[in-house]
């Protein structure tokens, strides 16, 4: 779980999330949710995690942000 975080760093900080071991595994459902991929399947994730963000960066980080509000946060 999370073994792509190190990655993100600068799309969390965009994305106004800041990162906590307590909302760790939340933040990793809500990122394989938004590519499409089964939870826990944390090299899938990252491959279209990097195409995503290739493709539309700030596309990314505003759904990024819109569902981590939606859980509450």
Not at 49 to 58: C, F, G, M, Q, R
């Amino acid at each position: 779980m999370t073994c792509y975080f190190r990655h993100l760093k600068e799309v969390f900080q965009k994305a106004g999330i800041e990162l906590t071991p307590q909302n760790k595994a939340e933040i990793d459902k809500i990122i394989h949710k938004l590519v499409g991929v089964d939870y826990k399947n944390c090299p899938a994730t990252w491959k279209h995690v990097k195409a995503h963000l290739a493709k539309d960066e700030a596309s990314f980080i505003l759904k990024l942000r819109e569902e981590w509000q939606k859980s509450g946060h």
